[in-house]
């Protein structure tokens, strides 16, 4: 087990945060994907909050069900600020309904993210 694994799942027993995998397709993820992965339903817990959201595996990894680190470490940690904003910091055109999709997306993962971890997020960011 790798010490980035071990750090996420210390970080899981101290702060009480359980990951529990509701369900797996087998399917496109990301709206230009050429190929199909795993993608599954996924709910992290903590006290009694939590939040449930899709999580697509790595093509390379598809059938392997995601770590603690794997969910952790791709969660939006960092507030993405106003559409323009996020635009420019990512490098897309602000003038793109699939940015604003996109952009969209990360906002309701971010708000999810501190619903749970708002008082830990220190510690959450360094899960990388």
Do not use: W
């Not at 939040?51 to 390379?60: A, L, P, R, W």
């Not at 990360?106 to 899960?127: G, H, P, Q, T, W």
């Amino acid at each position: 087990m790798s010490n980035y694994e071990q750090n996420a799942i210390q970080f899981a027993k101290k702060h009480n945060v359980k990951l529990t995998t509701l369900s797996e397709e087998f399917r496109k993820y990301f709206p230009d994907d050429k190929h199909s992965r795993s993608v599954f339903k996924m709910k992290l817990t903590r006290d009694r909050r939590s939040y449930t959201f899709t999580f697509g595996q790595s093509i390379i990894n598809s059938g392997i069900e995601p770590t603690m680190y794997d969910v952790l470490a791709c969660l939006t940690k960092y507030d993405p600020e106003d559409f323009e904003s996020f635009c420019c910091e990512y490098g897309y055109d602000n003038d793109s309904r699939k940015a604003e999709k996109i952009y969209k997306a990360v906002v309701k993962e971010y708000n999810a993210v501190c619903r749970l971890f708002s008082d830990v997020m220190d510690e959450l960011i360094n899960i990388d």
